[in-house]
């Protein structure tokens, strides 16, 4: 086809325009709006709106970048949120402006989803293709300059710990926040010192080292928190506190148990957030939510916490400098769930109150005999710490006398009254084994050495019992079983019993056995039942897999056994239990060795009143009957009031 000179320079102006606007943003429209609506969502979700021609809604124009970071702010709290953008349909053109329909999938933190239309306008007035008008009603109908997306969180309520009753354990009680103001302190150190002075008569001890970092770090106007006291125990300082110059206080509410001891190593604290838990479960916990430390409400925190709601709102500047909130959108909390254990309020007092007297650790743990719950959980002296009573391993020293007799019985390798010597030492296999403080008895009845507690008659007799005989016994009572509680707990670890001497010492509790007082208080339940059935602590959510019950234990062997125990209270190492109240006290005191060339010893008894079974263990207490005796006879006084 022939073209004139007009007709070539019309082609060249036309390739020119082509080439301009395939560089121009304001051409990447030129085919239809659609396409320049597309080109916007796609930039807006990358970061990158480089390839779109912007003008503001009065006509001018605007850079790519400005806007972006203009949908940045409004964005908000949810500028780094996930959010999938979509055209909901064609654009509608009317000459040189044109609007399309858009939705918007926010996922909130969470995971949760929020989903609405928006519009986006365009025009080509002025151009030579489509253009997005900026204006912030394009990200929410609602927004206006200045606003900003915010989210706003909704605690969810956290839930009670339950008795066996169903009422509350663990709940919401009235606590006062003492704090200082450090622009009000006259006298720091006299301050401390009275502080001290006065916190350590509620049982507080005061760290005025930290005390004093965390003042100095604070501004001169802060509320520094020195600590939080319980009702009953601020009103018994709360005159001496006002008295003292800088002294500020807050009611609060918080989450605790009866009393500040109350098994506090297993049931574990609610507390204010963590650095550490913030940066481990960025999603679920923010700061200022009350979390579980250590024990069930740590297990069961999730549970507990519930689901936290959350809002998000339009947050906009007043003209006097203040911000409200527009709610746009809410998702509710879902308040936690309670879980339900088996502690008993009054047989837990009794226990903290029979540990708290002795300054060892020391650990108790009470079982009802007829159902095996476990009623108390208790870590002396003051609660806390380590939870020795469920997780404690520990050689069970003489208190496995009960153990490996039950054996000797089901072998019908000993009698009440048949004689076994109790010499000073014996010998096996070259080594030597001893009496505490080198008793002698002689001659006598094994009812006589059971209830003085003689070794050297177990060493002789082990080789009756053997090491079939003594895991047998041990199994029958369900120690080292697999145990599920719903929290962590020991069930024991029994001795290889692979030779003579690891057999005569594992007889009496000593070797490489291990035994948690829970062990040994289930295994003393077992005794006095006639059967094993694995202690149980958590009542719902019921732990899926608890041990199976045991075997009936023979009464041939079960009832001479049940009298050995008593005499141990009447004529042995446990007599200082004749007296106590209630009904009569079975048991079998202990002293177990745990490490080599070292005269210390951990302290034990385990026994039994009426239907409660109980072990008791004191931490390098020495001898039984001189340690752990006094506790038992602490918990049962308490008990029985």
């Known amino acids: 086809m022939h073209r004139t000179g007009r007709g070539r320079r019309a082609v060249a102006a036309l390739a020119g325009l082509a080439l301009a606007c395939s560089l121009l943003a304001a051409c990447s429209g030129s085919s239809g709006p659609g396409d320049t609506v597309k080109a916007f969502l796609d930039g807006w979700r990358n970061g990158n709106l480089s390839k779109v021609g912007f003008v503001t809604a009065a006509g001018g124009r605007i850079s790519a970048e400005d806007v972006y970071a203009r949908l940045q702010g409004l964005s908000g709290d949810l500028a780094k949120s996930s959010v999938l953008l979509s055209q909901q349909g064609e654009a509608k053109e009317t000459g040189d402006i044109a609007s399309a329909p858009i939705k918007v999938d926010w996922t909130l933190p969470g995971g949760s989803a929020w989903s609405y239309q928006s519009t986006v306008r365009l025009t080509k007035a002025n151009s030579d293709g489509w253009r997005v008008v900026w204006e912030p009603a394009l990200v929410h109908s609602e927004l206006t300059d200045g606003d900003r997306l915010e989210l706003r969180r909704k605690a969810a309520d956290r839930a009670d710990l339950l008795g066996p009753d169903g009422k509350p354990l663990v709940t919401k009680r009235a606590v006062v926040v003492v704090g200082i103001r450090p622009d009000q302190v006259e006298d720091q150190a006299k301050l401390f010192k009275e ?172 079982i009802r005999i007829s159902d095996s719950s476990v009623l108390a959980v208790a870590n002396g002296p003051d609660g806390g710490g380590v939870d020795t009573a469920l997780s404690g391993q520990v050689p069970p020293g003489s208190t496995f006398k009960m153990v490996s007799t039950l054996g000797l019985l089901d072998k019908k390798a000993v009698t009440l009254d048949g004689v076994v010597a109790c010499p000073k030492t014996r010998k096996v296999a070259g080594r030597e084994f001893k009496n505490s403080h080198d008793m002698v008895l002689g001659s006598v009845p094994f009812r006589t050495d059971f209830a003085k507690s003689c070794n050297t008659a177990f060493v002789e007799l082990s080789s009756k019992l053997g090491a079939d005989g003594l895991k047998d016994a041990t199994t029958k009572l369900g120690i080292g079983a697999e145990w599920d509680l719903g929290t962590a707990a020991f069930s024991g670890k029994l001795s290889p019993a692979d030779s003579p001497t690891e057999l005569a010492a594992a007889t009496f509790g000593q070797g490489a056995t291990a035994v948690s007082p829970l062990a040994m208080a289930g295994a003393t339940a077992a005794v006095a039942r006639g059967q094993f059935k694995q202690p149980r602590l958590i009542l719902d959510p019921a732990p899926s897999k608890p041990a199976p019950d045991g075997p009936k234990l023979a009464a041939t062997s079960t009832d001479p056994l049940h009298t050995l125990m008593r005499e141990v209270v009447t004529k042995g190492t446990g007599d200082d239990l004749q007296d106590v109240p209630g009904g009569d006290v079975y048991g079998k005191t202990g002293t177990a060795e745990f490490a080599d060339k070292s005269e210390e010893t951990h302290a034990w008894f385990v026994g039994w009143q009426d239907d409660v079974a109980f072990a008791v263990m004191v931490q390098r207490g020495g001898a039984g009957a001189e340690a752990a005796v006094p506790i038992v006879k602490r918990f049962l006084t308490e008990l029985n009031r």
Do not use: C
């Open 195 to 366: 502080l001290g002075t006065t916190l350590k008569t509620v049982k507080v001890d005061l760290d005025t080292d930290d005390l004093a970092t965390r003042v100095r770090n604070s501004k001169p106007d802060a509320f520094v928190d020195v600590v939080t006291l319980r009702q009953a125990d601020f009103a018994k300082v709360s005159a001496k506190l006002n008295a003292l110059g800088g002294t500020l206080f807050h009611d609060e509410q918080r989450e605790l148990a009866p009393t500040r001891p109350f098994a506090r190593a297993t049931i574990g604290t609610v507390d204010e957030a963590t650095r550490e838990d913030l940066d481990a479960n960025p999603d679920t916990m923010a700061q200022g939510d009350q979390v579980g430390h250590g024990g069930l409400q740590q297990r069961y925190d999730a549970q507990l916490r519930g689901t936290p709601g959350q809002a998000v709102v339009i947050a906009r500047k007043t003209p006097d400098d203040k911000i409200e909130d527009s709610q746009l959108y809410s998702i509710e909390p879902v308040a936690g769930k309670p879980i339900k254990i088996t502690l008993d309020t009054r047989t837990q007092n009794a226990a903290d109150v029979a540990v708290a007297a002795e300054k060892q650790p020391s650990a108790l743990v009470a």
